[in-house]
């Protein structure tokens, strides 16, 4: 519970000293954008190739099985939850995918390493953390920037509508090539595949220039807790079905579904348990991030990881417990 209680506390400390910021200074969303703009274009993509780079070809290969089970446990749920979104609750297409993020993208890069590095060890957690947002970051982060990125005309909003807005006509949407070939271009794409490359083909970088990378990279979950806080600010939380929704496969349901099948194959148990207690975690503060960039679904983006951060105490300690 001490872990928990570490990795947990300060995020609510950080929210806090954003929501009084903006309290303060009246703030609004355009304080939190150029954060954005910052985590989005430094921050992120300076943390996520330090974080990758590091890793040797053994340790990637070494892992396979905890990739394996991450892998299904993070593109599984998000591929379903954006169909079932879109086509089954005829959401657009930009909530559609918040909501599969917020489903499917657990904190690991953020809280990671102080929850499991008490369990499992540092570096245990190390490399889970890695494995991660290796997933994540090569998976979630590049599909969800196309599909946001081709949602521009499918009716954003920021409150509480739904569906799209009748009326106006829709601007031309750009080829899915272009679309494609234009989040390419994002730091937070080609900065963890080209880590990636680099470990795959045994090119190393010097470590003090990894330093370098590390020092502004760290500043990322701060920077974004803080954001998260001034938009939790001007967007009110709420709760509303897809909110609710939200957490509970967030926190209960993805890591249920992933428990069942392990404990049946008697997979190793140090593979089982950093995977369920990893996919146990709080929705990732990147949806905020990417839910302001796009205009979209605001509100329920910062309603889901507030919810999901206040109930992941509950559900963190039960991962544990049932995996011990």
């Given at each position: 519970?001490?872990?928990?209680?570490?990795?947990?506390?300060?995020?609510?400390?950080?929210?806090?000293?954003?929501?009084?910021?903006?309290?303060?200074?009246?703030?609004?969303?355009?304080?939190?954008?150029?954060?954005?703009?910052?985590?989005?274009?430094?921050?992120?993509?300076?943390?996520?190739?330090?974080?990758?780079?590091?890793?040797?070809?053994?340790?990637?290969?070494?892992?396979?099985?905890?990739?394996?089970?991450?892998?299904?446990?993070?593109?599984?749920?998000?591929?379903?939850?954006?169909?079932?979104?879109?086509?089954?609750?005829?959401?657009?297409?930009?909530?559609?995918?918040?909501?599969?993020?917020?489903?499917?993208?657990?904190?690991?890069?953020?809280?990671?390493?102080?929850?499991?590095?008490?369990?499992?060890?540092?570096?245990?957690?190390?490399?889970?953390?890695?494995?991660?947002?290796?997933?994540?970051?090569?998976?979630?982060?590049?599909?969800?920037?196309?599909?946001?990125?081709?949602?521009?005309?499918?009716?954003?909003?920021?409150?509480?509508?739904?569906?799209?807005?009748?009326?106006?006509?829709?601007?031309?949407?750009?080829?899915?090539?272009?679309?494609?070939?234009?989040?390419?271009?994002?730091?937070?794409?080609?900065?963890?595949?080209?880590?990636?490359?680099?470990?795959?083909v045994g090119l190393r970088i010097p470590?003090?220039?990894?330093?370098?990378?590390?020092?502004?990279?760290?500043?990322?979950?701060?920077?974004?807790?803080?954001?998260?806080?001034?938009?939790?600010?001007?967007?009110?939380?709420?709760?509303?079905?897809?909110?609710?929704?939200?957490?509970?496969?967030?926190?209960v349901l993805v890591p249920g579904l992933?428990?069942?099948?392990?404990?049946?194959?008697?997979?190793?148990?140090?593979?089982?348990?950093?995977?369920?207690?990893?996919?146990?975690?709080?929705?990732?503060?990147?949806?905020?991030?990417?839910?302001?960039?796009?205009?979209?679904?605001?509100?329920?983006?910062?309603?889901?990881?507030?919810?999901?951060?206040?109930?992941?105490?509950?559900?963190?300690?039960?991962?544990?417990?049932?995996?011990?």
């Amino acid at each position: 519970m001490n872990a928990i209680l570490n990795a947990l506390l300060p995020v609510f400390v950080t929210l806090l000293l954003g929501y009084l910021a903006a309290w303060h200074h009246d703030d609004d969303s355009q304080a939190a954008s150029v954060l954005n703009k910052m985590v989005m274009t430094f921050t992120l993509p300076l943390s996520l190739f330090a974080g990758t780079v590091t890793m040797s070809r053994e340790q990637l290969v070494s892992n396979l099985p905890l990739v394996a089970v991450l892998f299904a446990g993070v593109v599984v749920p998000f591929a379903l939850a954006v169909v079932v979104a879109r086509y089954v609750f005829h959401r657009t297409l930009g909530e559609s995918t918040l909501q599969a993020m917020a489903i499917s993208f657990p904190a690991v890069p953020f809280i990671g390493l102080p929850v499991l590095g008490a369990i499992i060890g540092a570096q245990g957690a190390t490399l889970a953390v890695a494995v991660a947002g290796l997933i994540t970051n090569l998976a979630v982060v590049p599909v969800s920037i196309v599909l946001l990125s081709a949602a521009g005309g499918d009716g954003h909003q920021d409150g509480n509508d739904h569906g799209p807005q009748s009326g106006k006509q829709e601007p031309a949407k750009p080829s899915v090539g272009g679309i494609i070939l234009s989040s390419l271009e994002e730091p937070v794409v080609w900065a963890p595949i080209l880590a990636v490359v680099l470990v795959l083909v045994g090119l190393r970088i010097p470590a003090p220039l990894v330093k370098s990378f590390q020092l502004l990279g760290a500043a990322t979950a701060g920077v974004s807790l803080f954001a998260s806080g001034i938009i939790l600010r001007s967007q009110k939380p709420t709760v509303s079905m897809p909110i609710v929704v939200s957490t509970f496969c967030r926190l209960v349901l993805v890591p249920g579904l992933v428990l069942l099948p392990l404990h049946f194959l008697k997979l190793d148990h140090a593979v089982l348990r950093e995977s369920v207690i990893s996919l146990a975690m709080p929705c990732a503060v990147i949806l905020v991030i990417f839910s302001l960039r796009y205009k979209t679904a605001q509100q329920e983006s910062a309603s889901v990881m507030l919810y999901s951060y206040l109930f992941s105490a509950l559900t963190l300690a039960a991962a544990i417990v049932l995996t011990g």
